[in-house]
Nanobody
Framework: QVQLVESGGGLVQAGGSLRLSCAAS????????MGWFRQAPGKEREFVAA????????FYADSLKGRFTISRDNAKNTVILQMNSLKPEDTAAYYCAAGRDYYSVSYDPREYVYWGQGTQVTVSS
């Protein structure tokens, strides 16, 4: 059974940091793009960051560049999202996602096949 399990969410004050982890099991995702998305109440799910399978190229939503960093460890089948200088508008449920093998990184959540259950991030002002 394929699973993506996120952890590391929580409550943090504005300006603080959180480190989200996504642990994959059931198969390897070393050939798939991995991404993070987020969804706030009443809003659509939006792209946060993604990384390619092998080259490690990273992609970010323009509004998040410089504050968020995505990384992956294929040997451990994990993806990390380091979030710094958090703002109240970053409050959302954050989801880890895996794309199809050998497909390019996409900003569209419909291109991702596997999803975690989400972890809540709340940033207080």
């Amino acid at each position: 059974q394929v699973q993506l399990v996120e952890s590391g969410g929580g409550l943090v004050q504005a300006g603080g940091s959180l480190r989200l982890s996504c642990a994959a099991s059931g198969r390897t995702f070393s050939n798939a793009a991995m991404g993070w998305f987020r969804q706030a109440p009443g809003k659509e799910r939006e792209f946060v960051a993604a990384t390619t399978a092998s080259s490690g190229r990273t992609f970010y939503a323009d509004s998040l560049k410089g504050r968020f960093t995505i990384s992956r460890d294929n040997a451990k089948n994990t993806v990390i999202l380091q979030m710094n200088s958090l703002k109240p508008e970053d409050t959302a449920a954050y989801y880890c996602a895996a794309g199809r093998d050998y497909y390019s990184v996409s900003y569209d959540p419909r291109e991702y096949v596997y999803w975690g259950q989400g972890t809540q991030v709340t940033v207080s002002s």
